[in-house]
């Protein structure tokens, strides 16, 4: 998992709950890195679940709920460090669409060993897509963070149902319509 990811987590911490918490979420997990992360780094999952995890016990907010408002986040970085992926696109539902054929494959060019979900469109019209998200990462609700900024970039609205698929959260079905 890339260096950015963990940079920018922490400074929302920070921002949130105080330099003392993230003192806290370090401390409580074991760290090959020891938490010193720098944005082109590259650094291994298990170190974000630990300190998520933590966070989640030390405040009483959900995993997924943390992770939801980290991608809310995250989505203005994205928006700041690679506006160009996110201009070619007018439509949130395109864009959705394209995640996996488009905006990952150049992900992972800028970042050869990021570490990327598999996106499967099973539906689409113009105003609803059905996409059936897996990864060994289970962050489903990141992903939910930012298809929420998705539309709010583009000036729409859309009611976002998330189906497990697997009990464990390696597969979910997005179910996604404009209103
Ligand atoms: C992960 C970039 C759009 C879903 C990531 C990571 C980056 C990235 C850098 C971290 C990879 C790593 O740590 O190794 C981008 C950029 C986007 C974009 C630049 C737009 C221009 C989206 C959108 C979604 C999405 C719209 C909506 C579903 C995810 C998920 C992960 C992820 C769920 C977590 C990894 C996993 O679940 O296995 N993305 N992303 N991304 N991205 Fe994107």
Known sequence: MKGIVFTEFLDLVEE????EMVDKIISQS?????????SIGTYSFSEMLQLVTNLSGNTGISTDDLLLVYAEHFFSVIKTSYPGLLETYKDPIEMLASIENHIHVE?????????????????????SIIMLYKSSRAMHHF?????????????SKASIVLEKIKEDGTEVRFIVHKI
């Open 16 to 19: 949130k709950f105080g330099l």
């Open 30 to 38: 074991e760290l090959a890195s020891e938490g010193v992360y720098t």
């Open 107 to 127: 992900v992972q060019k800028i970042y050869p060993d990021a570490e990327l979900p598999t996106f499967v469109v099973e539906e689409k019209t113009d105003n």
């Open 143 to 155: 992903g939910l963070g930012l298809m929420n900024k998705t539309f709010e970039h583009f000036n």
